[in-house]
């Protein structure tokens, strides 16, 4: 144990760890909010492990708000009175605010049986700290902490720490056959900490990555996206890749596809690792840079003079993230608003200003400016020299768009002083057909064919 620890929990847990201490029971914060204490980190949420069983912890909060939906596992939530409340289950995503802090609190337990590869067959209760953190996932993510009694430090997890290390609680193949989710977790943890991955873990990883397809796609979507906004996602894509296309087999052709132009130095896939760490880590963007040339394999022709062409690669590749994203449950707003960035990733520059016209008119300001971005960080991923000299036509499509914005042009058919009645008082009649002349009428302001 480590009494010199400074951790400083929200009023809330260490009044929660006071009010179980009272009636005899142990109570101890556990797991991702003692780890990033350690980090110097502020936790997004707190988890509390307890001896007592979940009729006890409710007799420890008579006559205050509960929640009981994860009492069959051992959990309760206590809901302070005036606070919002605290909705707490053991297997699903925890959210416990209160002022601004999350919290969880918990049964001892063991488990037993996985015979899903996600979930125990059976879940006991015990009164051991140390059964209840040997079941867990990392070795930094066992340790349990009290403000009087200090650290538990089991499994070595702060020497994990200091070293930058993920490594398994006891045998890793064991720990991923239990719940496959964990492999996606350790790549997300690898890339949200730049820890390196332990030999003995990494290679459970390889031998059980097959267990990811009993795995939901939106729990599969969730860990993806928060592994791509982490510091370190490409060095993980990088080192992981026959992980990751176990559940993005798309994405396998891209790696050997060499690209063979004066314009790149990398294969497709390296080219888009490459994009992928230099876009601002924001899970639309990471999406698009990951997806924005999955499309390249499949279009890749050769011309007489031996270089490569990927003709008609940005629709393929759109094709190609609308069949993914739609796999993994993304919402149809995040699925087409990733593929359209996709799809116009190669759009020429600098942008002509009825294109840019077309593109604020369609998707909005946001939108073409996370599209300059994306092109950005393409243009960053290509053959040393070519983004120097293309730079400039990119700065040069911001100016124009935001000089566009500033003035006010007409971007929509709302922005017109013409109007669906004006053309039924010329005579033309309302319908599919009275649309498409509007619209044409758009493109030709957007032209400066007409005013």
């Given at each position: 144990?480590?009494?010199?620890?400074?951790?400083?929990?929200?009023?809330?847990?260490?009044?929660?760890?006071?009010?179980?201490?009272?009636?005899?029971?142990?109570?101890?914060?556990?797991?991702?909010?003692?780890?990033?204490?350690?980090?110097?980190?502020?936790?997004?949420?707190?988890?509390?492990?307890?001896?007592?069983?979940?009729?006890?912890?409710?007799?420890?909060?008579?006559?205050?708000?509960?929640?009981?939906?994860?009492?069959?596992?051992?959990?309760?939530?206590?809901?302070?009175?005036?606070?919002?409340?605290?909705?707490?289950?053991?297997?699903?995503?925890?959210?416990?605010?209160?002022?601004?802090?999350?919290?969880?609190?918990?049964?001892?337990?063991?488990?037993?049986?996985?015979?899903?590869?996600?979930?125990?067959?059976?879940?006991?209760?015990?009164?051991?700290?140390?059964?209840?953190?040997?079941?867990?996932?990392?070795?930094?993510?066992?340790?349990?902490?009290?403000?009087?009694?200090?650290?538990?430090?089991?499994?070595?997890?702060?020497?994990?720490?200091?070293?930058?290390?993920?490594?398994?609680?006891?045998?890793?193949?064991?720990?991923?056959?239990?719940?496959?989710?964990?492999?996606?977790?350790c790549l997300r943890f690898s890339s949200q900490l730049g820890f390196a991955i332990h030999p003995d873990t990494?290679?459970?990883?390889?031998?059980?990555?097959?267990?990811?397809?009993?795995?939901?796609?939106?729990?599969?979507?969730?860990?993806?996206?928060?592994?791509?906004?982490?510091?370190?996602?490409?060095?993980?894509?990088?080192?992981?890749?026959?992980?990751?296309?176990?559940?993005?087999?798309?994405?396998?052709?891209?790696?050997?596809?060499?690209?063979?132009?004066?314009?790149?130095?990398?294969?497709?896939?390296?080219h888009t690792l490459h994009a992928v760490d230099y876009a601002p880590q924001q899970g639309d963007l990471r999406?698009?840079?990951?997806?924005?040339?999955?499309?390249?394999?499949?279009?890749?022709?050769?011309?007489?003079?031996?270089?490569?062409?990927?003709?008609?690669?940005?629709?393929?590749?759109?094709?190609?993230?609308?069949?993914?994203?739609?796999?993994?449950?993304?919402?149809?707003?995040?699925?087409?608003?990733?593929?359209?960035?996709?799809?116009?990733?190669?759009?020429?520059?600098?942008?002509?200003?009825?294109?840019?016209?077309?593109?604020?008119?369609?998707?909005?300001?946001?939108?073409?400016?996370?599209?300059?971005?994306?092109?950005?960080?393409?243009?960053?991923?290509?053959?040393?020299?070519?983004?120097?000299?293309?730079?400039?036509?990119?700065?040069?499509?911001?100016?124009?768009?935001?000089?566009?914005?500033?003035?006010?042009?007409?971007?929509?058919?709302?922005?017109?002083?013409?109007?669906?009645?004006?053309?039924?008082?010329?005579?033309?009649a309302p319908g599919p057909e009275m649309g498409k002349l509007l619209r044409r009428l758009l493109e030709a302001?957007?032209?400066?064919?007409?005013?």
């Amino acid at each position: 144990m480590n009494q010199g620890l400074t951790i400083v929990p929200p009023p809330v847990v260490g009044e929660a760890l006071r009010r179980l201490e009272a009636r005899g029971f142990q109570a101890w914060c556990v797991g991702g909010c003692v780890r990033d204490s350690l980090l110097g980190k502020a936790p997004s949420d707190w988890d509390i492990a307890t001896s007592a069983l979940p009729q006890e912890t409710k007799a420890c909060f008579a006559g205050e708000r509960l929640v009981e939906a994860g009492a069959a596992h051992g959990t309760i939530a206590w809901v302070p009175s005036g606070d919002h409340p605290i909705e707490i289950t053991t297997f699903r995503s925890v959210t416990a605010v209160v002022d601004g802090h999350a919290a969880e609190i918990t049964t001892y337990r063991t488990e037993s049986g996985y015979s899903d590869f996600r979930r125990p067959d059976k879940v006991g209760f015990t009164r051991s700290l140390s059964e209840d953190l040997s079941r867990r996932d990392f070795t930094v993510n066992a340790m349990a902490w009290h403000p009087q009694r200090g650290l538990v430090d089991l499994f070595h997890g702060q020497e994990d720490l200091s070293a930058g290390l993920l490594r398994c609680v006891g045998e890793p193949a064991r720990r991923f056959s239990e719940d496959a989710l964990r492999i996606l977790r350790c790549l997300r943890f690898s890339s949200q900490l730049g820890f390196a991955i332990h030999p003995d873990t990494a290679r459970a990883l390889w031998e059980k990555r097959e267990l990811l397809l009993a795995l939901s796609h939106e729990r599969v979507r969730e860990e993806l996206t928060k592994l791509l906004c982490g510091q370190g996602a490409a060095a993980v894509l990088r080192q992981y890749a026959a992980v990751v296309f176990t559940v993005l087999p798309e994405l396998a052709p891209m790696k050997g596809c060499a690209q063979e132009t004066p314009y790149h130095c990398f294969d497709v896939w390296e080219h888009t690792l490459h994009a992928v760490d230099y876009a601002p880590q924001q899970g639309d963007l990471r999406w698009a840079a990951l997806l924005h040339d999955a499309g390249k394999p499949g279009r890749k022709t050769r011309s007489a003079d031996g270089m490569a062409h990927f003709y008609g690669h940005p629709p393929e590749s759109g094709r190609i993230a609308r069949q993914l994203l739609t796999r993994l449950r993304f919402s149809n707003k995040e699925r087409d608003w990733i593929t359209a960035l996709v799809g116009h990733h190669e759009d020429a520059m600098p942008m002509g200003e009825a294109h840019l016209k077309g593109l604020l008119g369609r998707y909005g300001e946001r939108f073409v400016f996370t599209l300059f971005q994306l092109q950005e960080a393409d243009m960053s991923a290509k053959a040393p020299g070519v983004f120097a000299r293309r730079l400039p036509d990119l700065e040069e499509s911001r100016a124009l768009a935001r000089a566009i914005l500033e003035r006010g042009d007409c971007l929509t058919l709302g922005d017109m002083a013409l109007t669906g009645e004006d053309l039924k008082a010329l005579g033309v009649a309302p319908g599919p057909e009275m649309g498409k002349l509007l619209r044409r009428l758009l493109e030709a302001v957007q032209r400066g064919e007409a005013a």
